[in-house]
Structure formats: C-alpha cells, structure tokens
T-cell receptor, first 115, second 114 residues
Framework: GAGVSQSPSNKVTEKGKDVELRCDPISGHTALYWYRQSLGQGLEFLIYFQGNSAPDKSGLPSDRFSAERTGGSVSTLTIQRTQQEDSAVYLC?????????????FGPGTRLTVT | AQSVTQLDSHVSVSEGTPVLLRCNYSSSYSPSLFWYVQHPNKGLQLLLKYTSAATLVKGINGFEAEFKKSETSFHLTKPSAHMSDAAEYFCVVSQRGATNKLIFGTGTLLAVQP
C-alpha cells in the first residue's frame, strides 16, 4: 500500500519568505507527527495530531511555525518569515495507534534550504 | 524524562564481520524502544522494536537487539555486515503518554569496508 508522502521533496526559499510543507499520511492512520532533522539539533519532535483532539504543539521552536490537519488526513506545516536556522529536513510520520508500541511510519522528508 | 544515548557517532566494519551499535536508555519505567535506519537521501525505516514480550528482538535484514534492564542498554547487532548496511542508525525511545512522540538518539553512522 501507499506509504507516507511529502511534498515538495526539496524547497529553496529566501530568508523572510513563508513556506508550506505538505504531508499525506497512510490512509486510516489517526496519528500524525512532524519532526525536524538538522545538523545541529539532530532529530526533534515538532507537533502531533491525533484525530479531532487538540494538537500537541510543544515541540514547535517558535511562533513562526504552525501546522494544521484538515479532515483528519493531510497536514500542512507552515513556516513564516523563514530564517537560515530553519534549514533542515522536515519529516512527517503517521501511526495507527493500535498494537503498542505504536510504530510510526516516516515519509521521505522535505529538505528546506533558506538562503 | 526519557532519553537515549548512542555511544558511537561513527562505526566502521569490514564486510562479513559483526556489527555492534551501542545504545543506552534512561527511563523511569519500562520503555518502548526502537532502532531506525536511514540510508542516504532516504526516509527512516524501522528495523525493530522492543515490546517487552521478549528481551531479544529480531528485526529486518538480519539485525537484532537485546534489551538489558540491568545495564539499561539496547544494543543493535548483526552477525555479518553487508555493504548495503552502510547507513545511519538511530536508537529511539517512545515517550509514554498521550503523544507517544519519539525521542531520537544522535545517530551512529555505519561504514562498511569491502
């Protein structure tokens, strides 16, 4: 079956511009996660969506970052007024939250470069 | 707070020799532990997961890991390395609770020499 997909695969943007990153989780997966992988910080959690519950935004590094998940499926991560330190690979994962420990399936990531 | 520590940032082995990637965890309760692999320019793939049903966990591609509570370790091993095993490996703990977010180690880059 189809895995987690992300678009675009690569994004180059100028400092100060806004960007939107998209994640399409595995069909039927109720949980969706965003992580960031950067040279300085390694892999870190950003935000978590579970069904219709309020998202866990505890990992978002600043108020320039936001995310939404429409219809319990596709999610968009938005970074406003991008900075060079936002350059990283943004990874999306989804999970069915059944059969603990809940395995998370990762997408290929979006490589963001802020110039 | 839960955390994992990967003891080696780089490991180099010869093809056909054993692989050992070390990971120690910190958790106040029985953790859920994983090993993920990331090949160059590829996504993260789950190698294996510890479910508390058995301390020796077998994964894909001949990898296995042993959960040792007394040593707070979850080392990844493979009897014989293959060139295709060259990749970055992450030891991961799942934070118990509503989120189940993953907390990643810093990664170990495995090089396999011919």
């Amino acid at each position: 079956g189809a895995g987690v997909s992300q678009s675009p695969s690569n994004k180059v943007t100028e400092k100060g511009k806004d960007v939107e990153l998209r994640c399409d989780p595995i069909s039927g997966h109720t949980a969706l996660y965003w992580y960031r992988q950067s040279l300085g910080q390694g892999l870190e959690f950003l935000i978590y969506f579970q069904g219709n519950s309020a998202p866990d935004k505890s990992g978002l590094p600043s108020d320039r970052f936001s995310a939404e998940r429409t219809g319990g499926s596709v999610s968009t991560l938005t970074i406003q007024r991008t900075q060079q330190e936002d350059s990283a690979v943004y990874l999306c994962a989804s999970s069915s939250n059944s059969g603990a420990p809940y395995e998370q399936y990762f997408g290929p990531g979006t490589r963001l470069t802020v110039t | 707070a839960q955390s994992v520590t990967q003891l080696d940032s780089h490991v180099s082995v010869s093809e056909g020799t054993p692989v050992l990637l070390r990971c120690n965890y910190s958790s106040s309760y029985s953790p859920s532990l994983f090993w993920y692999v990331q090949h160059p320019n590829k996504g993260l793939q789950l190698l294996l997961k510890y479910t508390s049903a058995a301390t020796l966990v077998k994964g894909i591609n001949g990898f296995e890991a042993e959960f040792k509570k007394s040593e707070t370790s979850f080392h990844l091993t493979k009897p014989s390395a293959h060139m295709s095993d060259a990749a970055e490996y992450f030891c991961v703990v799942s934070q118990r609770g509503a989120t189940n977010k993953l907390i990643f180690g810093t990664g170990t880059l495995l090089a396999v020499q011919p």
